[in-house]
Nanobody
Framework: QVQLVESGGGLVQAGDSLRLSCAASGLLFSGYTMGWFRQAPGKDREFVAAITRSGGSTKYADSVKGRFTISRDNAKNTVYLQLNSLKPEDTAVYYC?????????????????WGQGTQVTVSS
């Protein structure tokens, strides 16, 4: 079956960096657009970043633009999210997700597969 497994979260201080990874199995990874979403306590799940199949197109939420970078390695079936200049408001559970069709989408409902999430906590 399809599995998406996130890793790399943790507790950091404001201004620090983290690199999240999402390893995929059970699907033809290069055939899927990949996205990262996050959910803070008491809030809806929100879009963070997405990348098309070949990595040729990316999109970011305004709140993370210039600080976060999404990338993928199709040979390793893995998508990454580099988080720089972290802020306390970035604290959330971060999820990776996979969708068919080669365009980025901000809507969680467009994504077919989801990981279990990894916690990122940023202290001030």
């Amino acid at each position: 079956q399809v599995q998406l497994v996130e890793s790399g979260g943790g507790l950091v201080q404001a201004g620090d960096s983290l690199r999240l990874s999402c390893a995929a199995s059970g699907l033809l990874f290069s055939g899927y657009t990949m996205g990262w979403f996050r959910q803070a306590p008491g809030k809806d799940r929100e879009f963070v970043a997405a990348i098309t199949r070949s990595g040729g197109s990316t999109k970011y939420a305004d709140s993370v633009k210039g600080r976060f970078t999404i990338s993928r390695d199709n040979a390793k079936n893995t998508v990454y999210l580099q988080l720089n200049s972290l802020k306390p408001e970035d604290t959330a559970v971060y999820y990776c997700a996979a969708k068919l069709f080669d365009y980025v989408s901000l809507r969680p409902s467009d994504y077919s597969y989801w990981g279990q999430g990894t916690q990122v906590t940023v202290s001030s």
